[in-house]
Structure formats: structure tokens, C-alpha cells
């Protein structure tokens, strides 16, 4: 196995002034030495990952990092920028970056050195070390933990031996606690016979590479000044070592700090929890343990069910429309495979069967092999089972979104209800946030410990559902399905103009964020128009909209760098032509590279091409059963010439306006050096390499 960083992959003078170019410049460096195959998508994955959240740490310390398929073995970068670069962490600008590279299968003991560098940055000397060395060469020895040739001892634990430390340390969560962790005991005694306060630890991130060994070291080490015993599970990558039951049960209290859910959370159920992202492990641990105590003395505990996606959102001052969006982008994200499947099988018996096909008798009881009709009603009736899950998933994962797993049972009976009693989509919206309330307000209840166990199982799931069914049937159901009736006739009495204007507003919905929340609510509204059995033709209207407006985007940067070019840069060239394809298949997010690399063009452009779009299909009358498909379902559109039209001028308007924008801007920023990519001298304000929309 070659070495992790060797001097090539260190540049101690970083000129970048962005996270975006410093990514760029590290970047480049392991595509020099071989270890990255696709600069432009190892870079669209570092900026996916750093959407999840941004990778600055106090202290002056930058990790981007991800797992990509472009990575051909387990890589660093170092760069020392004398300026700084703002990642996004609370106390300024990073000077020491460090650029993590994993490939996608990724074996345990590359994951294990990668791991023990994540916890050296929390050692003040180790960084200390790296500001003060003078070359590449000595910089990368340091970092792999290489025997300097002066000796230098003060230096923190190096990375290939901390490496082996980080796996014992593991081995030793799982069964008694290590030796730092006995140190923390042995000086933790507030009196001569007093117990040391015992906390059992478990951080996890999305990579499980680095925040996760991050924020274990930081806890571990809060621990020790704090004078409790403290022992931390790390759910990384590489997989984890599970505590010690015992450990577990001898236990004071818990801090979770994590972005992904906590695998096997019911091991500590009933104990005071506090339950954070995984930065506040890293930047505020001593005040995780200080509330957790607190809550210990106050007698607080919880149940061990998994966090709920605001939960992990991790930091405090998020609003509630935060997560709300959180909580309904749950629903939907679980719902639209349900509204794919089902609608594209339904689509496919009418375009086999005809429409007449809806009216045929059960396949159970009817069904000739060799009979076309008989493969279309068996397509519809399929896909009519799949439709009738929608709404009970809608609710069920609204519900999963604020309470996780006890939300389920009052969510999908509550999505059921309002199905049965026509409530639809509005009804399913209610039913998921009223169960996700009704449960969030039992867990508040203090509980004598002999119940615990059956809370989860029995109690909640019992309590719950006959409270939201109670409310779906007789308090608020009749008004929310006399709502829903009300919406679903002004759409079918929509005409004229107002649906014109009604076709623009999804259109510019559809192409605001390129798949994000906006582009998902215009999504939902369009499927559920069309999730019954006997869809109207405004809601057919209005799923054809919709469908062509946001498959606007992605052919009209296609088409745009087809016709001019250079004004985008190779990897964009490259990109565009597989956006013909991603377009024609109704994937919006085909524009995400554009959209990121100059959002300030493209998603203005966009948005313009999707209302004409979406505003000449109301115009013309296309319909669309099928609710996905892209070009594939033509033929179960109606008035299909003028619904392609309608894409087409969208498509041409989009392409014309990001053109001229790109133009203006290089006329304004001047030329050039010949051979020099030309957006090098663009503003730094827009980078130039992808971020997440």
C-alpha cells in the first residue's frame, strides 16, 4: 500500500480564498499523483458532502472530505493557507486544510488511519506542529507520523501510531474502559469514596470518516478535565465495536452526538440523554457533559428510539419552519417511489388497455395469459394498489420525521383514515403532524422505570393511534376533506388564464432548487392530483406542467453548450451532453453542476424557460397520467406535438438567457491568458467549481 500523503500532495503556501478553490487546488494534486480519476466529479461529491454540513472546526482547521468512486486509494492533502479560508467554522477562516479522499469501498484499515487523523486535530500540539514546519517533505512525515530525524517528542501521538490506538481504543469501548479513560476516573473523585459520574458516549457523521473520530476525541477529552468516566462508541465507516452492556448499565447518562441515526439506540433506553449533532461534540463538549449531568440530577430520561431527522439537525436556533420542512420533505421523500412505481404501471395499462381498462374486472378473477388486455389490467391494477399506499405514507413518514419509529403506527392509521373518508393529500399532511405531536407529547411524560420497557411497544403505539384516529374521524376530518373537495373543484374549474398563471407558478416552483424543497412541493401537488383511480383533467393539466417544466433546466444547459461552447469550461461541455439525456428523462437535477458553478445565471434563466413552459402547457391542454418518464411517456400524453413545443421554447429561452448572461460577464470581466480556463478571472465571489444547490 502506497502512502496516505507523501510531499506532493502538501502545499504550504494554499493562495486559495475559497473552500471551493482550496478543494480545487488539494484536489489537483491527487490528480496528478494518480489517486483521483474525475477532478470535476471528486469535486462535485467534496461539495455534496460539505452541503451536508460545513467541515470548519475551531481552532483554524478545514476537513473537506467524502467517499467517491473517482478515488483510486485512501488519500490526504494538506494545504496551509497564510490568509485563511472560511469553511464555515464559528471562530473564522481555517489556515490548516485538509483534504480527505476515500474510495468508495474503502477497506477498514485505510478507514482507521484516516480516522486517527480526524482525532489528532483535536491535539493542540499536533496542529501547533503543522503551522510551524518549514517544507512539504517534513509536513507529510508528520502527518503519517514518520520518526523525525531530530527528534521531536513534543509532538502529538503521530497519525500511524494513533492509527493502532484509535482500533484498541475500540476494542476497549466494547468491553472495559481503556487506560485514559481509567485516568479520568482516577482523578474524577470529588471525595476520597465519592463515585466518578459515568457517561457513555456515542458520536456518528454521514462519511465516518472524520467528525465522527472528531467529536469521540473531543468528548474523551472534555471528559478527562471534567473528572467523569467517559467511554465513546464511534460509529464510522469502518464499522464500530459495540459498549459493554454492563458499561452501558453502569452508566450515569448518554450524549449522542450524531447526524445519522445511532445504530441500536434502544441499548440506552432510560437514561438521561442529551442528543446533539455531531459539531456540537466537537466545538462545545464540555457543556454536553455539564447538560447532562444536570439532567441526571434532575432525574430526566428518555427512550432509546433512533433521532428524528430535526434532531439531527443537531444545532440549536433552528426554526420551526426549518423543521417543518424537514418533517414534511421526510413524507414526500418516502412517498415519491410509491407515486414512480404506481404511476408508471397505471400509465402503462391505460396505454396498452386503453382508458376503458379501468373498468375491468379484477385479475383474480379474470386473466387470460395471452390476452394484451388482460397484462394491461393486471398494470393498472397494480398500480392502483401501489397508489392507495400514498397517503398513508405521506402521514406515516411526516410522522417518523418528528417522532421516528413510535410516529409510525398513529401516522400510517391517521394517512389511512384520511383516505378512507377523502381527506387526500391535505387529510395526509394533517394526520402525519398531528401523530408526530401526539407521540413527541407522551415521551415527555415521566414514566416509573417498570414501564419503560412496553412504552415502544405497547403503550405509545396504543395511546397514539386512538387519539389521531379519534381526531381524523370526528374532529377535523369532515373539514379537511371538505377542503380538499373545495381545492379539487376550483382545479377543475380552472380555466383561461388563471390556469396559465397556475402552470407558470409550478413552472418557476419546479426550477427553483433543481429538486430541492420548492421543486418537491410543486412535485407532490402534481401526484397527488392524479393518485386516485379516476384523476381530473385539471390535474392531468397540471401533472404535464410540471413534468415539463422541470425537465426544462437540464436540456436547455445542454443545449447551451452545444451552441456556445466556450463560454463553459470542459468539464461543463462534458456535463451538458449527459444533460440531453438526464432532460429528455425528466431529472432535474442534470442542471445541479451548472446551477452551482454560476447560480446567479443559470437558476434565473432556468426559472424563466420553466414558467413559459408550464404556462404554455395549461395553454395548450397536455395531459399526463403517467407522473414521471420524461419523453418516454409521449405517448400517454395528450396533445403531445404541442406539449414537446412547449418544452422546446422553454428549452430555447432558458439556453438564450444563460448565454447572454455568460457573454455579458465575459465582456466585463476581459480577456484571458491564452489557454487559461476563462473563468479563471472571474470574481472569486462565484466560485468556479460545484457546491451544492
Known amino acids: 500500500m ?90 473564522g477562516p481555517a489556515d490548516l486544510i485538509f483534504l480527505i479522499a476515500a474510495p468508495a469501498g474503502a477497506d477498514d484499515a485505510h478507514l482507521t488511519i484516516l480516522s486517527a487523523l480526524a482525532r489528532q486535530l483535536m491535539n493542540a500540539e499536533f496542529t501547533s506542529a503543522l503551522r510551524a ?72 457523521c454521514p462519511t465516518g470518516i472524520a467528525h465522527t473520530y472528531m467529536a469521540a476525541e473531543a468528548l474523551e477529552n472534555a471528559g478527562r478535565d471534567a473528572g467523569v468516566e467517559l467511554v465513546v462508541e464511534p460509529q464510522g465507516s469502518a464499522g464500530f465495536t459495540r459498549l459493554d452492556p454492563a458499561v452501558i448499565a453502569a452508566a450515569d447518562a448518554v450524549i449522542f452526538a450524531h447526524d445519522v441515526p445511532v445504530r441500536e439506540k434502544d441499548r440506552f433506553a432510560g437514561k438521561p440523554t442529551v442528543d446533539v449533532g455531531v459539531k456540537a461534540g466537537i466545538n462545545r463538549p464540555a457543556e454536553l457533559i455539564t447538560e447532562v449531568r444536570g439532567k441526571a440530577e434532575r432525574g430526566e430520561v428518555t427512550g432509546g428510539s433512533a433521532p428524528t431527522p430535526v434532531e439531527r439537525g443537531g444545532e440549536a436556533g433552528e426554526g420551526y419552519g426549518s423543521m417543518l420542512r424537514k418533517w414534511l420533505m421526510s413524507g414526500v421523500s418516502y412517498m415519491v417511489p410509491f407515486v ?11 396505454a396498452i388497455g386503453g382508458y376503458e381498462i379501468k373498468s375491468a374486472p379484477s385479475v383474480m378473477q379474470h386473466f387470460v395469459w395471452t390476452q394484451t388486455d388482460s397484462w394491461a389490467a393486471l398494470m393498472f391494477q397494480i398500480g392502483g394498489v401501489a397508489f392507495g399506499f400514498l397517503v398513508p405514507v405521506l402521514a406515516g413518514y411526516i410522522a417518523y420525521g418528528m417522532a421516528d419509529r413510535p410516529g409510525l403506527v398513529p401516522g400510517f392509521v391517521g394517512g389511512m383514515i384520511a383516505s378512507t373518508i377523502n381527506a387526500g393529500f391535505l387529510g395526509g399532511l394533517a394526520a402525519g403532524l398531528i401523530a408526530g405531536g401526539v407521540v413527541l407529547a407522551i415521551q415527555k411524560v415521566k414514566i416509573p422505570k417498570a414501564v419503560r420497557g412496553i412504552m415502544p411497544v405497547v403503550v405509545i403505539p396504543l395511546i397514539s393511534t386512538a387519539i389521531v384516529g379519534f381526531l381524523m374521524f370526528v374532529v377535523i376530518g369532515k373539514p379537511i376533506a371538505s377542503a380538499q373537495k373545495g381545492m379539487t373543484d376550483w382545479l377543475n374549474g380552472l380555466s383561461g388564464s388563471n390556469a396559465i398563471l397556475l402552470g407558470a407558478l409550478l413552472g418557476l416552483m419546479m426550477c427553483f432548487d433543481l429538486g430541492g424543497p420548492v421543486n418537491k412541493v410543486a412535485y407532490t401537488f402534481a ?126 429561452v432558458t439556453a438564450a438567457l444563460v448565454v447572454v448572461l455568460k457573454g455579458m460577464r465575459k465582456q466585463s470581466v476581459g480577456g484571458t491568458a491564452p489557454g487559461a480556463p476563462e473563468d479563471i478571472a472571474a470574481p472569486a465571489a462565484e466560485p468556479k467549481q460545484p457546491v451544492a444547490a
Open 133 to 204: 514546519v518549514g517544507d512539504a517533505e517534513s509536513a507529510a512525515a508528520l502527518i503519517r507520523g514518520d520518526e523525525p530525524e531530530g527528534g521531536t517528542d513534543s509532538v502529538a501521538t503521530p497519525v500511524a501510531a494513533s492509527a493502532g490506538a484509535a482500533t484498541g481504543s475500540s476494542a476497549a469501548d466494547g468491553s472495559t474502559p481503556d487506560s485514559s479513560t481509567a485516568d479520568k476516573g482516577a482523578g474524577a473523585d470529588t471525595g476520597a469514596d465519592a463515585q466518578p459520574f459515568r457517561i457513555v458516549a456515542v458520536t456518528s
Open 340 to 350: 414512480a412505481a404506481g404511476g408508471l404501471l397505471i400509465a402503462l395499462g391505460f
Open 527 to 652: 401526484t397527488a392530483g392524479i393518485a386516485v383511480s379516476n384523476p381530473s383533467d385539471s390535474a392531468m393539466k397540471i401533472m404535464a406542467a410540471v413534468m415539463a417544466a422541470g425537465m426544462v433546466p437540464p436540456l436547455a444547459m445542454a443545449l447551451a453548450t452545444t451552441v456556445r461552447g466556450k463560454l463553459f469550461t470542459e468539464t461543463e461541455r462534458e456535463n451538458g451532453k449527459a444533460a440531453w439525456v438526464l432532460g429528455a428523462s425528466f431529472i432535474s437535477e442534470g442542471a445541479i453542476p451548472f446551477a452551482a458553478a454560476d447560480p446567479l445565471r443559470v437558476i434565473p434563466s432556468s426559472m424563466v424557460g420553466g414558467a413559459i413552459t408550464g404556462s404554455l402547457s395549461m395553454a395548450f391542454g397536455a395531459t399526463l397520467r403517467a407522473p414521471h418518464g420524461g419523453i418516454f411517456v409521449v405517448p400517454l400524453i395528450g396533445h403531445a406535438f404541442f406539449y414537446l413545443i412547449a418544452i422546446a421554447v422553454g428549452m430555447c
Open 2 to 91: 502506497s502512502e496516505m500523503i507523501t510531499a506532493d500532495l502538501v502545499d504550504l503556501d494554499l493562495s486559495a480564498d475559497t473552500k471551493e478553490a482550496a478543494a480545487h487546488a488539494l484536489a489537483e494534486r491527487m490528480v496528478a499523483q494518480g489517486r483521483v480519476t474525475d477532478l470535476e466529479g471528486f469535486l462535485a461529491d467534496v461539495a455534496a458532502r460539505e452541503a451536508q454540513m460545513p467541515t470548519g472546526l475551531d481552532g483554524g482547521i478545514g476537513i473537506p472530505h467524502c467517499r467517491s468512486e473517482y478515488v483510486t486509494e485512501p488519500s490526504l492533502a494538506f494545504g496551509r493557507s497564510a490568509e485563511g479560508v472560511d469553511f464555515g467554522a464559528p471562530d
